[in-house]
């Protein structure tokens, strides 16, 4: 024989959920806590798409320009160094989609082009290569810094301004920020050359990042990095 009314069961049962419920919701809330600050505080990821410049040839890597920026930086934002030796705008071009999705990072640098220059490569072709690497980085959500290289004056007057104007007509179409020439205040210096004339001795690499900086650090600290104590080495 059954007793009781059929809802008492019911009532019963929803009155054990609601009890479930709110004891969960009391767990939870805490987790939240903690979880919620370790993802708004992780460090920004910068993501250098370079060549042999920021890839350190010809001298150890721990004193490339890069490796030292990560130095400089002492864990207020991951660098991860895409740089390949001989690497041309094509070559960055055709890389740079995975390794947004692999590091989702929020700055790019675009350290390419000495090689498409040393090539003698249609300044157009560069520029529309160039133009795929900061759209496709915006796209992902990337802010995208130039670095601006020259080429030998035997290349012609003519051909090397093509060239360079590259790089600032790139920064006024996308309005970006632009270091004009990687290697200043290095490149005319024999003492800061290796002996091939083209890349820069373990000694000038301090000098290369001191001429990033200026226009790094605000990109890094506008994604949360804190670089009050990261000033120059």
Do not use: C
Request: aromatic letters at 6%; a negative charge; zero cysteines.
């Amino acid at each position: 024989m059954v007793t009781g009314f059929p809802g008492d069961g019911v009532r019963t049962f929803l009155g054990r959920m609601a009890r479930a419920t709110h004891w969960l919701a009391l767990l939870a809330f805490p987790l939240w806590l903690v979880t919620a600050p370790a993802t708004a505080n992780a460090p920004p990821v910068v993501l250098i798409m370079g060549d042999s410049l920021s890839a350190a040839y010809g001298i150890e890597a721990d004193r490339g320009w890069v490796s030292l920026l990560q130095q400089r930086l002492g864990g207020k934002a991951k660098v991860v160094n895409a740089s390949i030796s001989g690497e041309t705008s094509s070559g960055g071009a055709n890389r740079l989609p995975d390794l947004l999705g692999q590091h989702e990072p929020n700055i790019v640098l675009l350290e390419l082009g000495g090689n498409d220059g040393l090539r003698g490569l249609p300044p157009g072709q560069f520029e529309a290569n160039m133009a795929d690497m900061i759209e496709v980085s915006r796209k992902a959500g990337a802010e995208v810094l130039l670095l601006g290289i020259d080429i030998p004056p035997n290349y012609g007057q003519a051909y090397r301004d093509a060239f360079t104007g590259v790089y600032r007509r790139l920064a006024d179409d996308y309005d970006l920020p632009l270091v004009p020439f990687l290697l200043d205040n290095v490149a005319l210096k024999d003492e800061l050359m290796q002996d091939d004339g083209i890349h820069p001795t373990a000694e000038a690499q301090p000098t290369i990042l001191d001429t990033v900086w200026p226009k790094l650090a605000p990109l890094l600290e506008a994604n949360g990095a804190e670089l009050a104590e990261a000033g120059q080495d």
